[in-house]
């Protein structure tokens, strides 16, 4: 890739050719032509256009849970809840000891699920199911209702469109908050958390507030940018809520390009005009924004029918457009993945003693001839990432991101493959025949959904999907200290990106989570007491980015005993698996067994069996599957219950 740097290209007009738009399955033949036509890698120089269009209220397991080959359902790195159950088995009681409830399918075939009420999405709710990092208590704060979720039969365009393009899997919304939080931090990059310019900022209060918006800093710049609203903008454009969008005046730029509100085909007329400019912020009506008042069907037409059909017509005006589709935070649905949240006394990232973020999982979608093939990408995203890549592609800086968001969150930078430019447009579901047959179930009447008597774990779609590559890369190594009767872990960051760390203690001690930040070639190191707490057993994992989880089981009081053998086990990731180092510093030799576990993306090696003499040490290689993934156990014949689990996907080299 070429360095980045300014454009002078920026906003320049670009050739139309294709007329009104159109269906995207049926383009004239000579548009099919030009799309077809032979492409050559490019750069991120190649880009004319950005489009961001933010959608309502969904979270990424309550749209994308049950899609293969992506961290849904399916996920074997879940984070465990004591005595043997998992984070989807959300407890229905606020007291410990309730009955659970797995997540439950909302068939929109039998029932009026496309219209579902949302449910507690406030600052206090979702801290509340956060429950500091146990994410043990989204019933009890948002009802039995969180744990619903769609297939692919029930939104069939949201799937359709991570079939073609590029889905984020660890994209999460930048705040345990509501819409309007959220939605400044996608516009501006923070909440104003010090208080200092009409913040800080945890629910939909707007007070007029006065730190600069990255438009501002791109108005500054000379380069072009526009948001298209309509007159119902269900008051989602954040500029709205800033003193110098509120009181400019009509004719001056922030109040013509931010806040004057447009027809539906706006957008469309720009595109074929070559008047597109180079940042569009895209906002939807009430009825089509896609939150749960509302039928994912209708937001799916307006994506299609506003945005992509525009696009598509115009062949000249796609190949140099990415079209960034995401949901500002997720309602009251659940998702199974805990975030990265900033450690306590984190500058910027904290509210009178709470921490901001991250908030639950949402999807992104990444549209553009640079990110077509249905493909994954795993890095940890948030919307301030939508500016940083903004800053990488205009060279526009936004100031307000904390450096914590930069150190754990990416740039969007590796969800495209620059080296291949694919600028044919998918055919996609006919909206219109989607909103033909909502009509057609609304005439029916069908009746409420409720969650099933008998209950299942979600059923994954068969196969898997390619990954793009990125830089996550970790070591791991744990050791038992006998005078203190601790266990010490250490994780290491050997890759090229930041990552949040979470330790959980999850059985014989009080259930809780700890949290750290470990740049790129840091590592944290953090020792657990078990001999003064639980008289020697201990369980504890290790969560990070991309279902990373190191899992540690045994009793420190083994090591106290020098004729016992003295297992332990660390390893260091490879882009060929996972190597680990079998070693055995006590008196008596041990055996150690390694077994890949039997679940879904796991390895499916036989079970191998290695003696270890004492003082001795050994090397095996953890195999991954063809896209990455791993996850085995060792044990060893120690009798004292010990155990290391070693779970997440390796990386190719980059």
Same mark, same amino acid.
């Given at each position: 890739?070429?360095?980045?740097?300014?454009?002078?290209?920026?906003?320049?007009?670009?050739? $139309?050719?294709?007329? /009104?738009? !159109?269906?995207?399955?049926?383009?004239?033949?000579?548009?099919?032509?030009?799309? +077809?036509?032979?492409?050559?890698?490019?750069?991120?120089?190649? &880009?004319?256009?950005?489009? #961001?269009?933010?959608?309502?209220?969904?979270?990424?397991?309550?749209?994308?849970?049950?899609?293969?080959?992506?961290?849904?359902?399916?996920?074997?790195?879940?984070?465990?809840?004591?005595?043997? @159950?998992?984070?989807?088995?959300?407890?229905?009681?606020?007291?410990?000891?309730?009955?659970?409830?797995?997540?439950?399918?909302?068939?929109?075939?039998?029932?009026?699920?496309?219209?579902?009420?949302? %449910?507690?999405?406030?600052?206090?709710?979702?801290?509340?199911?956060?429950?500091?990092?146990?994410?043990?208590?989204? &019933?009890?704060?948002?009802?039995?209702?969180?744990?619903?979720?769609?297939?692919?039969?029930? &939104?069939?365009?949201?799937?359709?469109?991570?079939?073609?393009?590029?889905?984020?899997?660890?994209?999460?919304?930048?705040?345990?908050?509501?819409?309007?939080?959220?939605?400044?931090?996608?516009?501006?990059?923070?909440?104003?958390?010090?208080?200092?310019?009409?913040?800080?900022?945890?629910?939909?209060?707007?007070?007029?507030?006065?730190?600069?918006?990255?438009?501002?800093?791109?108005?500054?710049?000379?380069? @072009?940018?526009?948001?298209?609203?309509?007159?119902?903008?269900?008051?989602?454009? *954040? !500029? /709205?809520?800033?003193?110098?969008?509120?009181?400019?005046?009509?004719?001056?730029?922030?109040?013509?390009?931010?806040?004057?509100?447009?027809? +539906?085909?706006?957008?469309?007329?720009?595109?074929?005009?070559?008047?597109?400019?180079?940042?569009?912020?895209?906002?939807?009506?009430?009825?089509? @924004?896609?939150?749960?008042?509302?039928?994912?069907?209708?937001?799916?037409?307006?994506?299609?029918?506003?945005?992509?059909? /525009?696009? *598509?017509?115009?062949?000249?005006?796609? *190949?140099?457009? #990415?079209?960034?589709?995401?949901?500002?935070?997720?309602?009251?649905?659940?998702?199974? #993945?805990?975030?990265?949240?900033?450690?306590?006394?984190?500058?910027?990232?904290?509210?009178?003693?709470?921490?901001?973020?991250?908030?639950?999982?949402?999807?992104?979608?990444?549209? $553009?001839?640079?990110?077509?093939?249905?493909?994954?990408?795993?890095?940890?995203?948030?919307?301030?990432?939508?500016?940083?890549?903004?800053?990488?592609?205009?060279?526009? =800086?936004?100031?307000?991101? $904390?450096?914590?968001?930069?150190?754990?969150?990416?740039?969007?930078?590796? +969800?495209?493959?620059?080296?291949?430019?694919?600028?044919?447009?998918?055919?996609?579901?006919?909206?219109?025949?989607? %909103?033909?047959?909502?009509?057609?179930?609304?005439?029916? !009447?069908?009746?409420?959904?409720?969650?099933?008597?008998?209950?299942?774990?979600?059923?994954?779609?068969?196969?898997?999907?390619?990954?793009?590559?990125?830089?996550?890369?970790?070591?791991?190594?744990?050791?038992?200290?006998?005078?203190?009767?601790?266990?010490?872990?250490?994780?290491?960051? %050997?890759?090229?990106?930041?990552?949040?760390?979470?330790?959980?203690?999850?059985?014989?001690?009080?259930?809780?989570?700890?949290?750290?930040?470990?740049? /790129?070639?840091? $590592?944290?190191?953090?020792?657990?007491? +078990?001999?003064? #707490?639980?008289?020697?057993?201990?369980?504890?994992?290790?969560?990070?980015?991309?279902?990373?989880?190191?899992?540690?089981?045994?009793?420190?009081?083994?090591?106290?005993?020098?004729? =016992?053998?003295?297992?332990?086990?660390?390893?260091?990731?490879?882009?060929?698996?996972?190597?680990?180092?079998? @070693?055995?510093?006590?008196?008596?030799?041990?055996?150690?067994?390694?077994?890949?576990?039997?679940?879904?993306?796991?390895?499916?090696?036989?079970?191998?069996?290695?003696?270890?003499?004492?003082?001795?040490?050994?090397?095996?290689?953890?195999?991954?599957?063809?896209?990455?993934?791993?996850?085995?156990?060792?044990?060893?014949?120690?009798?004292?219950?010990?155990?290391?689990?070693?779970?997440?996907?390796?990386?190719?080299?980059?």
């Amino acid at each position: 890739m070429s360095p980045l740097s300014r454009r002078a290209l920026l906003g320049s007009a670009v050739a $139309s050719g294709a007329g /009104a738009a !159109l269906g995207l399955g049926a383009l004239p033949v000579t548009v099919q032509q030009a799309l +077809a036509a032979p492409t050559v890698p490019g750069t991120l120089d190649d &880009i004319e256009h950005v489009v #961001v269009l933010m959608q309502e209220n969904r979270s990424f397991d309550h749209y994308f849970g049950t899609l293969n080959g992506v961290r849904g359902y399916g996920d074997t790195s879940r984070v465990r809840f004591p005595n043997g @159950s998992d984070v989807l088995r959300q407890r229905m009681l606020g007291t410990v000891g309730g009955t659970s409830l797995l997540p439950w399918h909302l068939d929109t075939s039998t029932s009026d699920a496309q219209r579902i009420f949302d %449910l507690d999405h406030s600052w206090n709710g979702t801290h509340s199911a956060w429950a500091n990092g146990q994410w043990n208590n989204w &019933i009890p704060t948002k009802t039995w209702w969180t744990m619903g979720y769609y297939r692919r039969q029930d &939104i069939p365009f949201q799937y359709a469109l991570a079939d073609a393009f590029t889905l984020c899997d660890q994209y999460f919304c930048s705040t345990m908050a509501s819409t309007d939080p959220n939605r400044l931090y996608l516009w501006s990059g923070t909440v104003d958390p010090s208080g200092k310019n009409g913040g800080p900022v945890t629910d939909n209060s707007k007070s007029g507030f006065t730190w600069t918006a990255y438009p501002e800093r791109l108005e500054a710049a000379g380069i @072009s940018w526009k948001v298209y609203q309509q007159q119902d903008n269900f008051d989602d454009n *954040a !500029l /709205a809520w800033f003193k110098a969008f509120r009181e400019a005046k009509p004719g001056s730029p922030l109040h013509d390009k931010g806040m004057a509100r447009r027809g +539906a085909d706006d957008f469309a007329n720009d595109v074929a005009n070559g008047t597109l400019p180079a940042v569009s912020w895209v906002v939807a009506p009430t009825d089509q @924004s896609e939150h749960p008042n509302h039928p994912p069907a209708q937001g799916a037409d307006f994506t299609s029918s506003v945005v992509l059909q /525009a696009l *598509a017509a115009h062949p000249e005006v796609w *190949a140099k457009t #990415v079209v960034l589709l995401n949901y500002d935070e997720n309602d009251g649905f659940f998702d199974h #993945v805990v975030p990265p949240v900033a450690p306590d006394g984190t500058p910027d990232e904290f509210i009178n003693g709470a921490p901001i973020g991250l908030g639950p999982r949402v999807p992104m979608i990444v549209i $553009s001839p640079w990110s077509r093939g249905g493909k994954v990408n795993s890095e940890v995203f948030d919307h301030t990432s939508v500016l940083r890549f903004l800053e990488n592609w205009t060279g526009v =800086k936004e100031t307000n991101i $904390s450096a914590w968001r930069r150190t754990v969150c990416g740039d969007l930078m590796s +969800a495209f493959d620059f080296s291949t430019c694919n600028r044919t447009f998918p055919a996609l579901p006919d909206t219109k025949k989607l %909103l033909a047959d909502l009509a057609e179930q609304d005439e029916k !009447l069908l009746p409420p959904i409720f969650p099933p008597l008998v209950q299942q774990e979600p059923q994954i779609e068969p196969g898997d999907r390619p990954s793009l590559p990125i830089g996550y890369r970790f070591g791991s190594s744990s050791r038992t200290d006998t005078a203190t009767g601790q266990l010490w872990i250490t994780v290491d960051n %050997l890759g090229t990106l930041g990552a949040g760390l979470s330790m959980y203690t999850v059985n014989h001690r009080q259930f809780g989570a700890w949290r750290y930040t470990v740049p /790129a070639g840091g $590592s944290v190191c953090d020792f657990f007491s +078990a001999l003064g #707490v639980s008289g020697g057993p201990y369980d504890i994992d290790a969560h990070g980015p991309d279902g990373f989880l190191r899992g540690y089981k045994g009793d420190v009081r083994t090591w106290s005993d020098a004729s =016992k053998g003295h297992p332990e086990v660390s390893a260091v990731e490879s882009p060929t698996g996972v190597r680990i180092t079998l @070693s055995n510093q006590g008196g008596q030799p041990v055996d150690f067994t390694i077994g890949a576990n039997s679940a879904s993306g796991a390895s499916g090696s036989a079970t191998q069996t290695v003696s270890v003499a004492p003082g001795g040490s050994t090397e095996r290689l953890l195999a991954p599957t063809a896209a990455g993934r791993y996850d085995y156990t060792v044990t060893a014949n120690t009798g004292d219950g010990f155990e290391r689990r070693f779970a997440g996907r390796v990386q190719p080299e980059r």
